[in-house]
């Protein structure tokens, strides 16, 4: 079953968006892909049937596995399962996300935490669960994709924002201190792509808070609505770019960049000059700390 050139790759979040794409690049480049989601058997299950079947018409393997980030128990027995089978994990791309687009102070503490067990707790508890394997085979690679919000605020994206932010935090402290073990861990920061997050919004609880704000709360909604407004029609976006640009990192020979900037075509929102401003000011702080040989 095992590609002798491929790479055995688990995805997370695979049932739509770049998780979706991102699985079937890889497949059709000749890697073992484990696609994985919730609910294979209820809601998702034309999904998995559709991906297995549009791998196997192209001649490529590819796996769908049940998997909820959210649920350690869930994230461990998958991985135990993966290894069982294929006896490593060289790729893990932590994917798996949800986008609150609302008034921040709306969302309750309760709303947050469930938003954050997903984007920023579910990479923690894939991590942990093939880095052992990781670090015993002496090598392997973490991706994570976050956003352009994980480097800027947008009004109204306080949560998402942050559950990207501390993502980025995670990914980076990752990079240094698994680089003596051979483990490369990068960060994807897509752009602004059409994508099923901003339709499947969770909305903020705090109806209370929300009557407080008049006219402001009705803003999250207008976003929403035209999300797509400014989208050339001869040109649209095209998430494929960033199941690329993780497919090219994924079969890198050479050093990884930290972070990989995806943007629609002719967009700059200043990530790719705010990440050139920061990495130097990072490394010198490292290289001060007496760090610099984990840069």
Do not use: W
């Not at 998995?48 to 196997?56: D, N, T």
């Not at 994807?188 to 709360?217: H, I, K, R, W």
Request: hydrophobic fraction near 45%; avoid cysteine.
């Amino acid at each position: 079953m095992r590609s002798m050139s491929g790479k055995i790759v688990v995805v997370t979040g695979a049932s739509s968006g770049f998780g979706k794409l991102t699985v079937l690049e890889l497949a059709r480049r000749g890697h073992v892909v484990v696609a994985t989601m919730r609910d294979i058997a209820g809601r998702n299950a034309p999904v998995r049937r559709e991906l297995i079947e549009a791998a196997k018409a192209e001649g490529h393997v590819l796996q769908v596995l049940e998997m909820d980030v959210a649920d350690e128990a869930s994230v461990n027995s998958t991985i135990d399962q993966v290894i069982k089978q294929h006896g490593k994990i060289d790729v893990l791309i932590n994917n798996a996300g949800v986008m609150p687009v609302g008034v921040t102070e709306a969302y309750t503490a309760a709303d947050v935490e469930r938003q954050f067990a997903v984007n920023f707790f579910g990479a923690v508890r894939a991590d942990r669960a093939v880095l052992p394997h990781m670090r015993a085979a002496g090598g392997g690679l973490l991706v994570h994709v976050t956003s352009l919000m994980g480097r800027v605020v947008i009004p109204f994206f306080g949560v998402y924002s942050a559950s990207k932010f501390a993502l980025e935090a995670l990914a980076e402290a990752y990079r240094y201190e698994l680089s003596s073990f051979g483990i490369d861990s990068v960060i994807v920061e897509p752009g602004p792509f059409p994508s099923n997050l901003l339709s499947s919004s969770p909305e903020p609880s705090d109806q209370g808070v929300l009557a407080a704000y008049g006219e402001v709360a009705a803003i999250p909604g207008q976003i929403k609505a035209h999300g797509s407004d400014g989208d050339d029609p001869a040109n649209p976006p095209r998430p494929q770019l960033v199941a690329d640009a993780i497919a090219r990192l994924v079969e890198a020979t050479e050093r990884r960049p930290l972070r990989t900037v995806v943007m629609p075509g002719g967009l700059d929102y200043g990530v790719e000059r705010l990440n050139g401003v920061v990495a130097p000011i990072q490394n010198g702080l490292l290289s001060a700390m007496g760090m610099s040989h984990l840069i």
